[in-house]
């Protein structure tokens, strides 16, 4: 497996794939980053179509697969690995899923085991790195909510949240080695309940709002209390929730 080939980034223009790109160019790498918009560095080429799918994978030593549109993640994979099986290319396919998905029954995690199962049966040199919730995500969570006069989170569910930079740290490291097969999931720092990271944002936010502890039925959340999206793996992510708070945009 060659190291220093092209680098193929999808999802590149994403949360995650902006963090996993700019990691690669620290370490003087200049991905390949596919995207359906042009811009600077950027492949134009659209998963769900497959159009401009040939020209960004051709050649490439490794293919990075961030991208993600919930709902269409199974096709968007398929297509991409016929655009691989096309050009006759033979990367090591690096796919970030997310811990758990299997244990939680979520249509959005099903969908993300079915990408696990195309990938593992892909006949391609292949890398699964499941990851916890991004600190991103329950911030946008906790704004889409903070307009109420009380923040409301299930209760008794606890969450790893790990950041981006700390993910991306771990592909660039898996996209300059061999494949892995199921890489040890990576979580964050810390476990926190739903009600500790909601005091946290609030501090850090600046806003006042009693936390409102809600009792949650159904399978969905009974899947979150098992606590089946939290890493055991004893290597964690660095970066903890205050610390991301501290740096995100408005605060
Ligand atoms: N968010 C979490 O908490 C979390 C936790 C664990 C794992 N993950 C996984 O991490 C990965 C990245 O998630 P994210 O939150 O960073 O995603 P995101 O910010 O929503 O970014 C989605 C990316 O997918 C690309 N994309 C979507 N549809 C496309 C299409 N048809 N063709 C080409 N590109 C397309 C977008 O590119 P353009 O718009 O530029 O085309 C964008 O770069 C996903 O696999 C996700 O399941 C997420």
């Given at each position: 497996?060659?190291t220093?080939?092209?680098i193929?980034v999808?999802?590149?223009?994403?949360?995650?794939?902006?963090?996993?790109v700019?990691?690669l160019?620290d370490?003087?790498?200049?991905?390949?980053?596919l995207?359906?918009?042009a811009?600077?560095?950027?492949?134009?080429?659209?998963?769900?179509?497959?159009?401009?799918?040939?020209?960004?994978v051709?050649?490439?030593?490794?293919?990075?697969?961030?991208?993600t549109?919930?709902?269409?993640?199974v096709?968007?994979?398929?297509n991409?690995?016929?655009?691989?099986?096309r050009?006759g290319s033979?990367?090591h396919?690096?796919?970030?899923?997310?811990?758990?998905?299997d244990?939680?029954s979520?249509?959005?995690?099903?969908q993300?085991?079915?990408?696990e199962?195309?990938?593992?049966?892909?006949?391609?040199?292949?890398?699964?790195?499941?990851?916890?919730?991004?600190?991103?995500?329950?911030?946008?969570?906790?704004?889409y909510?903070?307009?109420?006069?009380?923040?409301?989170?299930?209760?008794?569910?606890r969450f790893?949240?790990v950041?981006?930079?700390?993910?991306?740290e771990?592909?660039?490291?898996?996209?300059?080695?061999?494949p892995?097969?199921?890489?040890?999931?990576?979580?964050?720092?810390?476990?926190l309940?739903?009600?500790?990271?909601?005091g946290v944002?609030?501090?850090v936010?600046?806003?006042?709002?009693?936390v409102?502890?809600?009792?949650?039925?159904g399978?969905?959340v009974?899947?979150?209390?098992?606590?089946?999206?939290?890493?055991?793996?004893?290597e964690?992510?660095?970066?903890?929730f205050?610390?991301?708070?501290g740096?995100?945009?408005?605060?």
């Open positions: 497996m060659t220093d080939g092209t193929v999808t999802g590149g223009t994403g949360t995650l794939g902006r963090a996993v700019a990691r160019r370490a003087g790498r200049e991905p390949r980053v995207s359906r918009r811009g600077p560095g950027r492949t134009v080429g659209d998963l769900d179509t497959g159009a401009g799918l040939d020209d960004a051709r050649g490439a030593s490794v293919v990075l697969h961030a991208a549109r919930p709902g269409h993640d096709a968007a994979t398929a991409l690995l016929r655009a691989v099986r050009t033979h990367p396919l690096i796919v970030v899923s997310i811990v758990g998905a244990r939680i979520l249509g959005y995690y099903r993300k085991v079915a990408v199962d195309l990938v593992t049966s892909s006949g391609l040199p292949w890398t699964i790195q499941r990851a916890t919730q991004f600190h991103d995500l329950l911030d946008t969570i906790f704004c909510t903070s307009w109420l006069p009380v923040l409301p989170v299930p209760a008794d569910v790893q949240p950041d981006v930079r700390d993910l991306a771990r592909l660039a490291t898996l996209a300059a080695g061999k892995a097969g199921r890489a040890p999931d990576l979580g964050g720092p810390e476990v309940s739903m009600g500790e990271l909601a944002w609030l501090a936010r600046g806003r006042r709002r009693p409102l502890r809600v009792r949650v039925p399978a969905v009974r899947g979150f209390r098992s606590g089946a999206n939290l890493a055991a793996h004893r964690r992510g660095r970066i903890t205050v610390e991301f708070l740096r995100a945009p408005g605060t």
